[in-house]
């Protein structure tokens, strides 16, 4: 009788142990995917109600499946003129943005000059400035100068605040970036326009889609410094916005909803190019 | 391009986009900082009297305002770094080769609009919306009970909303602890939660500050949150400084409210930057 009671309170402890153990194991990764729950509830939220077929304006209870309001969302110039105004703005946006954040990451990254910390300190204040203050200061610049607010001035302030998101992608791509490759491509005779072109830009591509995509997901979401600088053009998120007062139709979800799934691709396509670089790297330095 | 004018290249790749910086940020902030020192109206024109005692005269009358924004993004500071710490330490450690994929899953909701998910949350705590609505049919709640239009909407929006900028800096800085330090801890008998608290815990303190920043200043500066889920009681200085501006066309004390909130802000960042030197500031 005593020799198993003794195994057993020796056995015990142990085996108590191993499950407090297993319990914080399990703690943390129950905790996070509660969390990530939570972050996705608002989306699931806004997916489902954008099949809902509400009775009034009002769309806040559930009253039926119904696919009509992806049809019925064309044939609504109000939702879907601010939209091109949007894609309008973030396509110019993103363009002009990327390049010139491109060649400030590129000469942070590869050069050594006076002012580099007036500049790093210059690229970071805007991204930890309230927007209301970016948006505000634009609005004094602008009424003060004299210049009427539309389109153009939603894209300067656009490009202004997305300048710095594209400096700190596209430098942390380029930062691990191998110059011995471009060294090689020039001992072979490569002159310096070939060797970019060639070398140099395939390789920070990624980089600089990423920040594109990054640029472009700001630029179509922003409201705070847009309401201060559109003036009498409106964008989508304005316009949300504005009829939010009145009650939310369907169709805002619908397109909410269509953003996502087209985000959703584009952050497919840029892990299909990421993957094919890193396995297109040795191929190229074995040439 | 000859060489002794090589020292020209970086310039070359910054003029533009430094210039763009100069002309659409620093210099409106100046001339913001003019604007609240003029006196006039929109009819008769607005002229530079250096009027410093505007900035006392508003301070003083939007103290609450200022006072309730301070308060709700501590509150909201403190919250996104309790859900965000435990999130970005289990990715960091225990994201094995889902790592990259968890990260994304962090991200991926922000790429619906800052609005339409705000908007969401409106529905999500209505009063008898999708939560609330069952909590009361099934009798645990109060028929009166609300969270819309309350301070705990308002915070709970803004965690909500800035919850990424917490867990991303908390992540890079989580993710450089190199866990043979862990291992030599408790290898000398610290315990667990010891060698939490004296290793990772101190080593991943510049994640703490970057992302505190990231979280606090754009709390404090929101104006969305409180609109939309908030009510007259919760109105943050941001509501003002947007009212004043574009339905009052109250130009100087508007100016002079956001001068004072940029100078706060621009004071956290040089001490941050003080903390950690500008070059990490961008990386």
Known sequence: MTAPAI??????PERRRSTGARLSALILPVFTGLAV????????????????????RQNITWQGFTLGNYVDVWGRPDVTGPMVTSLIVAVAATLISTVLGTLIGMALTRYD????????????????TPEIIMGASLLSLFVTVGI?????????????????????????????FNRSLEEAAMDLGADEWQTFRRVTFPLIFPGILAAALLAFALSIDDYVITLFVAGRDITFPLWVFGV??????????????LIFVIALLFIGVQIWAQRRQI??????LDR | MPRHWRWLVPYLFLIPGGLWLLAFFVVPMLVMASVSLQEGSLGTGYSLTWNFGIYPETIQHWAPQFARSLWYSLVVTALTLAIGYPMAYTIAFRGGR?????LLLVILPFFTAYII???????????????????????ILDAGFRLIATPVAVISGLTYNFLPFMVLPLYVALEKVDPKLVEAATDLYASRLHAFLRVTLPLSMPGVFAGSLLTFIPSIGDFINSEILGSRDTTMIGQIIQRLFLNNNAYPEAAALGFTLMAAVLAMIFVYARAVGADELTR
């Open chain 1, 148 to 176: 009427q607010r539309g389109l153009l001035t939603i894209v300067i302030a656009h490009v202004m605040f997305n300048i710095s998101y594209v400096v700190v992608t596209v430098r942390a791509r380029i930062s691990g």
């Open chain 1, 244 to 257: 939010s007062r009145l009650g939310v139709p369907p169709e805002v979800n619908v397109l909410g909803t």
């Open chain 1, 7 to 12: 195994a057993i309170s020796g056995a015990m």
């Open chain 2, 117 to 139: 998910r705000t908007l969401s949350w409106k529905l999500i705590l209505a009063d008898n919306g999708v939560v609330l609505g069952a909590l009361k049919d099934g009798g």
């Open chain 1, 279 to 284: 396995m297109a790297a040795p191929t190229r």
């Open chain 1, 37 to 56: 729950v939570y972050l996705f509830l608002p989306i699931a939220v806004m997916i489902a109600f954008s099949f809902n077929d509400p009775a009034g």
């Open chain 2, 98 to 102: 889902y790592k990259n994929m968890l």
């Open chain 1, 113 to 128: 000059f006076r002012g580099r910390n007036g500049l790093n300190l210059l690229i970071f204040v805007p991204m930890a």
